[in-house]
């Protein structure tokens, strides 16, 4: 020490104010390494949850190495996006693997050329029909409320059926069904209804759901609607209705407009706009089925 001292002196040196210096460099250091140890994850290496593949890039265009299982554990490289560039243990097997596989904290990507509706069963349930006309309208154009949900209901088939969807229908034609009857075993079960009131003013779209299972459906189909049909939002609400009380499934009753409001009823019987609720409603089962 002593001599470090004379040696700091005659380089005319304060040894006090070196090692002051010393030390508030020592210190910068400490918080400078102490803060990329806090922002770098302190898991370098990642475990997968299920079988998947390593490819050579960092998408699902990129060919297949290898396959890999559930529990293999890997170092991480790098990180593109969703997708983690990894080695094995011994270094034998690299290449990049899907973030969604593994126990990092990553949403899979949706795949744009997913069909999310393929395969699932849909059940349409066209309101009224036979004896029972449902609502009726008060202007000359003397619309029916079981014409046009039975319309809709056979347009919407059509239209679900291109997206891959099994579609079942509680009524095809003119026929009355009872209450009790209007259910088939399916993924989702919609009833197509349109309202009417003592007051002609009254106007828009409701979507109503019974149980907590069929709330989410409910507010994904009301916020498709909104955002395509004209229809006021009279937004998605809870209320006991026998068809959707008698379900165990995600069940929806729509009420798509007012036929006893004048301009509803021109929307209701207007083909182009029917095409618009139509593809609302197919959008919002995709999403629905995308991201429940
Ligand atoms: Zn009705």
Redesign the pocket.
Known sequence: MKKLERWLRQKKLNPKRVYMAVLALLFVCIIVAASIALLTPNNDKVRLTEDAELRTGPNAAYPVLYKVEEGDTFKILSRSGKWIEVASTDHKQKGWIAGWHTNLDIKEDVDPNARPLKNKVIVLDP??GGGDQ??SSRTGKKTL?KDV?LKTSLELKKRLEKEGAIVKLTRKDDTYVKLKDRKATGDIFISI???ALESADANGATVYWYHKNQEALANTLNASIQKKALLTDRGSRQENYQVLRQTKKPAVLL?LGYISNPTDETLINDKNHRYIVESAIVDGLKNYFLYQ
């Open positions: 309101g009224h449902g609502a409320e949900t209804h349109n309202d009420e």
